[in-house]
């Protein structure tokens, strides 16, 4: 009898784990000739007692196993996959989510496509006969995520690019290049990113529908930016390579993400800076000083929110909000008398002149505000990142 080993990554997923199990064995009954395992790959990051539940489901039933896996998606199926091969020695890998999201069904249609005679075969819910459940921003992000990779990264045959259930050969996922596939980034990259491996080795692939749905209990652990910002820049850096430019752009733009956020959130509170400047002077008639003192501190509050909520949104700190308000104050405060400092040196240095480009003279003191920003933006960050919003590790 043929196998097939079907990788579940599980991160807290106490309330889905039992029934996506029993449901994904069920599909053996449509698979005549074939034998489910099943590879519980549980996160070392797991509090919810998923892991003890997975341990009783693997004592009670030989087709169940259960490993830990260090964090993230991609580490959860690489891994799953390598135990697989090592301890059960399928004739097919396979992998669906475990939060009871994609109806288990798939597997059936997907082990089918390998038995026809292709390597790699991708569940869709995209194409014909596909459905996708979600909300309708979720949806949306689905289809955009998915159009973007078919536009820059290609290949453009293909319509889903952004979930788990998947099928392939043990021939073709070892001709892949783990090196070159962030597996052991903490992000959802890996579904996209994977996909693209599979093709750089050759596979000769096809998709099958599938439905999705709404998770069966707890809450999704997609963050939506984030996803975003890793598939434009896994995109850009697959496109770079294709063009000739040997550049880790998606490494070294990942490792900038809080920066990128911290950028955002700085030039959103310029806009709102200048939007309230403006209004304090029209509309109330104050002094253009200040206005800019008030328009000033209205960014601050702006930038603390967002920063707060947003930028460091998971670091642990040992500061309350109040604390984390009053130093980001004082930073902002040490950015101001950077930039202050910055102009008048310029001021002194070139004075009240103006350069003519396009046939417009432009006053050198927009230059000035200018040369501010760089150095002003990275005191700020600094400061904030190592104080501010210091992690406490656990």
Known sequence: MKKVSVVLPTYNEKANITSTVEKVLAQQKSLPGWEIQIVVADDIRTSDGTDKIAQQLFRKNSKVHFLKVEPGLGAGLIKGHQFALEKIHPDVLAQLDADGQVEPDVLVRLVKGIEEGYD??????????GKNKLTLARRIFTLGSSLF?????????????TNSARAFTPQIFKKINLARLPWREKTFIVQPAFLHEMIMAGAKYKE???VFKNRLEGYSKNKVFNYTYDVITYCIDVRLHKWGFNIRFFYLTRRAKTFVKFGLVGFIGTLVDFLFYKIFIRSFGFPPASSKGISTEIAIINNFILNNYWTFRYRKTKTNFWQKLGIFNLVSLGGLIIGVLIVKYLHLTYGDGSVNIFGKAIAYNNFYFLATIPPV??????????????HQED
Do not use: A, Q, Y
């Open 377 to 390: 933006m990275v005191w700020n960050f600094l400061m904030n990142h190592f104080i501010t919003w210091k």
């Open 208 to 210: 099958v529908p599938l």
């Open 149 to 161: 990779c078919r536009i820059v990264m290609g290949p453009s045959d293909v319509k889903e690019f």
């Open 120 to 129: 790699f075969v991708i569940g869709s819910r995209l194409m014909e006969g």
